[in-house]
């Protein structure tokens, strides 16, 4: 009977390591790539949420500065409107006082067809 000697067990028993070892190097490999799919795919969804926000963003930015711009056309105006409505009231109080066109020409720098408005 043909025994098997300590060399040759050593010789099965490296064999069965490395067979062992490519076994797991090839398992590792598989996780890898699986693990790279998962952060590609996760990669490209972030992406198309951050040019989502971007574009947001933009939009939102655009907004404001048409919100902004509105409101300042709107205090402009108010305050257009105010200064005359306070120039309507003064001349109108002043003609309550008994003013001439003249004076209110001279008072409230109006023109004259302003002023002589009041006299109708």
């Not at 056309?73 to 105010?82: D, L, M």
């Not at 006082?97 to 004259?112: E, F, H, P, Y």
């Amino acid at each position: 009977m043909n025994t098997l000697t300590l060399v040759h067990w050593l010789l099965i028993g490296n064999f069965a390591m490395l067979a062992g070892v490519a076994l797991f190097i090839v398992a590792l490999r598989r996780q890898q790539a699986a693990d790279a799919a998962r952060l590609a795919s996760r990669i490209d969804a972030m992406e198309q949420g951050y040019g989502v926000m971007s574009k947001s963003a933009i939009g939102l930015g655009r907004r404001i500065k048409q919100v902004e711009a509105k409101a300042a056309q709107v205090e402009r105006h108010a305050s257009r409107a105010g200064t005359d409505d306070g120039r309507y009231e003064q001349a109108s109080r002043l003609v309550g006082m008994g003013a001439t066109a003249n004076d209110l020409i001279d008072s409230l720098g109006v023109a004259r067809a302003e002023a002589d408005y009041w006299y109708l």
